[in-house]
T-cell receptor, first 110, second 114 residues
Framework: GQNIDQPTEMTATEGAIVQINCTYQ??????LFWYQQHAGEAPTFLSY????GLEEKGRFSSFLSRSKGYSYLLLKELQMKDSASYLC???????????FGAGTRLFVKA | EAQVTQNPRYLITVTGKKLTVTCSQN?????MSWYRQDPGLGLRQIYY???????DKGDVPEGYKVSRKEKRNFPLILESPSPNQTSLYFC?????????????FGEGSRLTVL
């Protein structure tokens, strides 16, 4: 079967660092995405990993280990506007099929 | 401005009354897809299209139809809506063959079927 797991909710403090984990089991792998989705809005692209290792983009970093079926999104210097849902998604081979996890709702408190 | 446009954004309808949710993109993307989003379940793919006249089922296609007569448009058709199709729907597109396959989403259409 195909499965993507991530925590349902997390809470962190403004200015801190938070790590959101994602584990996946999918039939085929052509890359892993992280999307951000504010309440009532469309998801927007944050990062893409296809090779093992860390990709850094400003305050956000994403890590991938293909052998472990594991990724995390690291958010540094948290701001109130980072309160949102973070969606982990895997792109399957052979057809541009993107499978999404249920998302992690992050609450940033002052 | 590059965008994916969905209409209507909000709709309340009754069981059995056919409806169409339109989706249009202006980025010349080959690939388009429809998702529904329900609490606790995340985004689930309904149908997708790799190019004009090429469509295929996603994970939850029952009760839906699509067509791709033009590259920019990918309407979602509910022939006989039922209450279990009450959901938030997103259309998305990407450039097939692009390295990342990053999806660009429309703003969403919230559908309620009574």
């Amino acid at each position: 079967g195909q499965n993507i797991d991530q925590p349902t909710e997390m809470t962190a403090t403004e200015g801190a660092i938070v790590q959101i984990n994602c584990t996946y089991q999918t039939s085929g792998f052509n890359g892993l995405f992280w999307y951000q989705q504010h309440a009532g809005e469309a998801p927007t692209f944050l990062s893409y990993n296809v090779l093992d290792g860390l990709e850094e983009k400003g305050r956000f970093s994403s890590f991938l280990s293909r052998s472990k079926g594991y990724s995390y999104l690291l958010l540094k210097e948290l701001q109130m506007k980072d309160s949102a849902s973070y969606l982990c998604a895997v792109l399957n081979t052979g057809g541009f099929k993107t499978i999404f996890g249920a998302g992690t709702r992050l609450f940033v408190k002052a | 401005e590059a965008q994916v446009t969905q209409n209507p954004r909000y709709l309340i309808t009754v069981t059995g009354k056919k409806l169409t949710v339109t989706c249009s993109q202006n980025m010349n993307h080959e690939y388009m897809s429809w998702y529904r989003q329900d609490p606790g379940l995340g985004l689930r793919q309904i149908y997708y299209s790799m190019n004009v006249e090429v469509t295929d089922k996603g994970d939850v296609p029952e009760g839906y139809k699509v067509s791709r007569k033009e590259k920019r448009n990918f309407p979602l058709i509910l022939e006989s809506p039922s209450p279990n199709q009450t959901s938030l729907y997103f259309c998305a597109s990407t450039l097939a063959g692009e390295d990342t396959g990053e999806l660009f989403f429309g703003e969403g259409s919230r559908l309620t079927v009574l």
